[in-house]
């Protein structure tokens, strides 16, 4: 499918998560978005907020559990390689590893990558890879 080919070229999504999601989401337009998605997959923060305190809890764990599990792999996957390599072109992970822990920004990234592959397939998009910064 052209959809999963195009999914497959984002960094943490292999052909298994690219071909789960065109499986999964028959009309990506049908979330309003991105956060909608991620909502769908299980990604966001539960919150318990009252008297004008926000209160951020672990995820929600609502919706597909494969795909949530995929997209965490996927994003360890991707913390991995920038532990090894470096991350010159992710200053937002290299950042994010630097006062959490692994899995906390895993779970971030995942939540990331959740919002892109929707953003691709809503608007039939390419990935396109983040502007180097020049110092």
Same mark, same amino acid.
Not at 47 to 54: A, E, L, M, R
Not at 66 to 74: D, E, I, V
């Given at each position: 499918?052209?959809?999963?080919?195009?999914?497959?070229?984002i960094?943490g999504v292999?052909?298994?998560l690219?071909?789960?999601l065109?499986?999964?989401?028959a009309?990506a337009?049908?979330f309003?978005?991105?956060?909608?998605?991620?909502?769908?997959?299980?990604?966001?923060p539960k919150?318990?907020?009252?008297? *004008?305190?926000?209160r951020l809890?672990?995820?929600? +764990?609502?919706?597909d559990r494969?795909? /949530?599990?995929?997209? %965490? #792999? *996927?994003?360890?996957?991707v913390?991995r390689?920038a +532990?090894?390599?470096?991350?010159?072109? /992710?200053?937002?992970? %290299? #950042?994010l590893?630097?006062?959490?822990p692994?899995?906390v920004?895993?779970?971030?990234?995942?939540?990331?990558?959740a919002?892109?592959a929707?953003?691709?397939m809503?608007r039939?998009e390419r990935?396109r890879?983040?502007?180097?910064?020049?110092a």
């Open positions: 499918n052209a959809t999963s080919k195009r999914l497959d070229a960094p292999g052909p298994a690219a071909t789960a065109v499986a999964s989401v009309d337009k049908a309003r978005s991105g956060r909608d998605f991620s909502a769908w997959v299980g990604l966001v919150q318990n907020s009252s008297g *004008g305190k926000d809890g672990s995820i929600s +764990k609502q919706g494969y795909l /949530r599990s995929l997209f %965490t #792999a *996927g994003a360890l996957a913390i390689y +532990k090894i390599h470096g991350a010159r072109h /992710r200053p937002w992970l %290299t #950042a590893l630097a006062r959490r692994t899995k920004a895993a779970i971030a990234l995942a939540n990331k990558l919002r892109m929707w953003a691709m809503a039939n990935y890879e983040p502007a180097a910064l020049t």
